[in-house]
């Protein structure tokens, strides 16, 4: 999936499909992209035990406002905060603020899609949508 921050930086952005990818998170990855991050649904907080790297956590409102931005080294863990409804999990150094809002870009289905995943360490091809026949 592709967000747009209010502030028209681009983020690729994956999201854990299953409840084991969920609970890992960046936790067995070497790094991230500078554009790349995490979404956590339905998540208030987080923790970086066990993660190689530092990460920067955005907490997000249900109209996906960032409500407030921490830096978190390895090892640290972040209390639940109030508002919050998505964690994005981001790079050292990412560029958010408190106060930018997050757009999901929709792709057209007729283009293949490029992403990479965290998850599966390799780059996945998603094909496009079959489209159906035109009606004679």
Not at 30 to 56: K, N, Q, W, Y
Not at 62 to 84: I, Q, S, T, Y
Request: glycine letters at 6%.
């Amino acid at each position: 999936m592709l967000l747009e921050s209010s502030r028209s930086v681009v983020w690729d952005v994956s999201t854990p499909a299953t409840v084991r990818e969920r609970m890992s998170g960046l936790r067995g990855i070497d790094e991230l992209g500078p554009d790349a991050a995490l979404l956590i649904p339905r998540c208030r907080s987080v923790h970086t035990f066990g993660m190689r790297f530092t990460i920067v956590v955005a907490f997000l409102d249900a109209d996906m406002c960032v409500v407030a931005v921490k830096r978190m080294p390895p090892g640290r863990f972040a209390l639940p905060r109030l508002r919050v409804r998505h964690v994005l999990e981001c790079a050292d150094g990412a560029d958010i603020w408190p106060g930018d809002r997050f757009y999901e870009i929709q792709v057209p289905p007729t283009l293949p899609v490029t992403f990479h995943s965290p998850f599966l360490n390799s780059t996945t091809l998603v094909p496009p949508e079959p489209q159906s026949p035109p009606h004679q």
